[in-house]
């Protein structure tokens, strides 16, 4: 009998790495692909690139499978980083991680991997995929503080039927146990962080290549100016840090935070302290809805939901459903809500979809 052949995305990290590695023990004809999504600056600090291919390359060797470099950097620029420019244009805050998924992973390298020949792809995320009645589920991993579910919200059935998350079942720190005895030399590697792709970087001064300044006050509800801002682009709501402004001259000393953007007055609106009125609020609007299993869900009935990805799952309803977009009314306010980053929808361990936050 034929072994099945899974294609894995091995980004060089442990956890791809790992996946590559559970795959081969378990009798699949495994081949590794190592994506290149960004060239613009790859020789620079900020970009690992080179030395992420090569940890790849050392993993594919202990393991013993083959692996071969694509480069996908013309479908991340037209795809996921001129969307991801346009959305800070217009002072919203994207999340490039979610596009790069269903369009990057689980679109381009799906269509390679299947000219490859490949049954399934693998990738290290931590999430699981179930089978129901022919319908395929995505449901949160075994390790509630690794779940990427959130990330994994605009799949649809067709990319799920061929997805493998080897990892879902597993803790990080099992993880990192099972790279270490297998002699994979990574298995301390740091998680990486920053944009999609592009790595860790000087947020601001990466932005200001692609996007013009345009410096305005910082004022609060009441219109006070306590400050200047370098550009509506550059922050995001319930931002604290670089702002910039101290305590309050009152005596509080509260830190301020970031609560809204004036766009056509080109003004920043500050309040202080964490839980200023201003930062919260029980409703938000959606666009752009997507259900994983291609309908959407019954609206009498109670479900969870995040609005960034660190948060835990909040109470609500969904109090409107039409042409795409959404209406929910969270049992307790929720902080920050900002516009431009995804609502994800879950009812228990299963994540059923979610959408772009309009306003709130």
């Known amino acids: 009998m034929v072994a099945k052949r899974v294609v894995v995305g091995m980004s060089g990290g442990v956890d791809s790495s790992v996946t590559a590695l559970l795959l081969k023990q378990q009798g699949y004809d495994v081949i590794g692909l190592f994506m290149k999504n960004w060239e613009d600056d790859d020789d620079d600090e900020y970009c690992s690139s080179r030395e992420d291919?090569?940890?790849?390359?050392?993993?594919?060797?202990?393991?013993?499978?083959?692996?071969?470099?694509?480069?996908?950097?013309?479908?991340?620029?037209?795809?996921?980083?001129?969307?991801?420019?346009?959305?800070?244009?217009?002072?919203?805050?994207?999340?490039?991680?979610?596009?790069?998924?269903s369009e990057i992973k689980f679109k381009a390298f799906l269509d390679h991997a299947m000219r490859l020949g490949a049954d399934?792809?693998?990738?290290g995320h931590y999430a699981q995929v179930r089978e129901?009645?022919?319908?395929?589920?995505?449901?949160?991993?075994?390790?509630?503080?690794?779940?990427?579910?959130?990330?994994?919200?605009?799949?649809?059935?067709a990319q799920l039927s061929k997805a493998m998350f080897p990892l879902g079942k597993l803790l990080k720190t099992e993880v990192r146990e099972i790279a270490r005895k297998h002699g994979l030399a990574n298995h301390a590697k740091r998680d990486s962080t920053g944009i999609c792709f592009i790595g860790e970087r000087p947020f601001r001064e990466f932005l200001n290549r692609y996007l013009p300044t345009q410096p305005g006050d910082m004022v609060t509800p009441e219109g006070k100016v306590v400050g200047q801002h370098q550009g509506l682009s550059f922050y995001t709501l319930g931002q604290r840090q670089g702002l910039g402004i101290g305590g309050g001259?009152?005596?509080?000393?509260?830190?301020?935070?970031?609560?809204?953007?004036?766009?056509?007055?080109?003004?920043?609106?500050?309040?202080?302290?964490h839980?200023?009125?201003?930062?919260?609020?029980?409703?938000?609007?959606?666009?752009?809805?997507?259900?994983?299993?291609?309908?959407?869900?019954?609206?009498?009935?109670?479900?969870?939901?995040?609005?960034?990805?660190?948060?835990?799952d909040a109470a609500c309803r969904?109090?409107?459903?039409?042409?795409?977009?959404?209406?929910?009314?969270?049992?307790?306010?929720?902080?920050?809500?900002?516009?431009?980053?995804?609502?994800?929808?879950?009812?228990?361990?299963?994540?059923?979809?979610g959408g772009i936050i309009e306003n709130r």
């Open 53 to 101: 291919l090569i940890d790849a390359v050392s993993v594919a060797d202990v393991i013993g499978i083959p692996i071969e470099a694509v480069n996908f950097a013309t479908e991340y620029k037209d795809r996921v980083f001129s969307y991801f420019l346009r959305e800070y244009e217009t002072g919203r805050t994207p999340n490039p991680d979610i596009l790069c998924n």
């Open 318 to 353: 969904i109090t409107k459903l039409s042409d795409g977009a959404a209406a929910f009314d969270f049992r307790e306010q929720q902080w920050a809500v900002t516009p431009g980053q995804s609502v994800v929808v879950y009812d228990g361990e299963v994540c059923l979809g």
């Open 132 to 157: 129901v009645d022919g319908m395929f589920e995505l449901l949160k991993a075994q390790d509630a503080s690794k779940d990427q579910s959130y990330f994994l919200h605009r799949l649809n059935q």
């Open 275 to 312: 839980d200023h009125p201003a930062l919260l609020t029980p409703h938000l609007d959606a666009i752009e809805m997507h259900w994983i299993s291609g309908h959407a869900p019954d609206v009498t009935r109670d479900y969870a939901a995040k609005t960034r990805y660190r948060q835990h």
């Open 120 to 123: 399934a792809i693998a990738m």
């Open 249 to 273: 001259k009152d005596g509080t000393g509260e830190p301020w935070f970031v609560a809204s953007k004036d766009m056509p007055g080109n003004r920043l609106i500050v309040v202080q302290g």
